[in-house]
């Protein structure tokens, strides 16, 4: 009975002990720093591999050129539908450079998946009112090139494929501009509807 209790007593004192350690271990990692591709970074536990990279960027690619056509075809705004032209324009030129840095390292690029969520996402812009589809369909392209952005970046930072680092190192100021322009198009919805 002593025996146990001073087991039990090591084993309070051991986690007391823990805690203490742990608490300022846990308290940096779950304070965020206040921007988003910051946030990437800090939860991110191990650098991007090319493999995940690549699916990623490639599915980014085909959700972003899908949403275009429809919003060439659907939207009303003439910013919108000049937008949704220009990234479509855009990625018939990065697409490919993204799959000869791929090729250029020695990997076989395979055809990009939708995420269930994606398609899930093109079937709502379809399915949009007019009156409702270039709101949508704008704030679809921010979500998507903020995310974009944030592989970018991270594989940049800590990706093992040199011609696949220059290319999201390439990649990034084209990204920022159409998240600009999103943006600024986003307002001016915003302010024609008030």
Not at 88 to 101: F, V
Request: glycine fraction near 4%; charge should be positive; aromatic fraction near 4%.
């Amino acid at each position: 009975m002593i025996h146990i209790r001073k087991l039990a007593l090591l084993g309070a004192t051991a986690m007391v002990a823990v805690g203490i350690i742990a608490a300022p271990v846990l308290a940096q990692t779950t304070q965020y720093p206040s921007t988003t591709a910051q946030k990437s970074r800090a939860t991110s536990a191990k650098p991007l591999g090319t493999t995940d990279y690549l699916a990623s960027a490639r599915t980014a690619d085909l959700f972003e050129v899908e949403a275009s056509k429809i919003a060439v075809q659907r939207a009303q705004n003439k910013q919108v539908r000049d937008y949704a032209q220009r990234v479509l324009d855009d990625h018939a030129l990065s697409s490919p450079k993204l799959n000869d840095a791929a090729i250029q390292a020695g990997l076989t690029p395979t055809t990009p998946l939708l995420t269930v969520k994606q398609a899930a996402k093109l079937n709502e812009l379809q399915k949009a009112s007019l009156s409702s589809f270039d709101k949508n369909y704008i704030l679809s392209q921010i979500d998507v090139h903020e995310r974009e952005l944030r592989l970018h970046t991270d594989y940049a930072r800590t990706g093992d494929a040199m011609t696949i680092k220059n290319n999201s190192t390439v990649m990034m100021p084209l990204v920022r501009k159409h998240i600009a322009d999103a943006k600024q198009i986003s307002g001016a919805l915003a302010n024609n509807a008030s």
